[in-house]
C-alpha cells in the first residue's frame, strides 16, 4: 500500500477521464433520445435540447489547467482526511 505522502496527481487523470467519458456518454445518450424523438414526433424542442447538450459536452471538454486544479483538490482532500486501514 502507499503513502497518502507519495500520491501524486498523474494518479488522478485515469480518475478525471473515466469520469468525463461517463458523463459525456450520459449527456449523449439524452442527445441522441431527442434526436430520435424529433424523427418521430418532429417537434422542434427536440431539437433544442439535443443542441443545449452539444454545448454541455463542448463546454466540459477538459483544459490542462482544469484537469491539473481538479487532481490538486484531490490530493488536499486525501491529505486532509486520509483514508483509514482496516
Known amino acids: 500500500a502507499r503513502r497518502v505522502e507519495e500520491l501524486t496527481r498523474l494518479e488522478f487523470y485515469p480518475i478525471f477521464q473515466i469520469q468525463m467519458i461517463v458523463g459525456c456518454a450520459l449527456l449523449e445518450g439524452a442527445g441522441l433520445f431527442n434526436v430520435i424523438a424529433y424523427l418521430v414526433e418532429g417537434q422542434t424542442w427536440s431539437l433544442a435540447i439535443v443542441t443545449w447538450l452539444v454545448a454541455l459536452i463542448g463546454i466540459s471538454i477538459p483544459t490542462v489547467d482544469k484537469v491539473n486544479n ?6 488536499r482532500q486525501i491529505q486532509l482526511d486520509p483514508p483509514q486501514p482496516n
Not at 481538479?70 to 490530493?75: E, G, I, N
Request: proline share 0%; aromatic share 16%.
Open 70 to 75: 481538479w487532481a490538486d483538490d484531490r490530493l
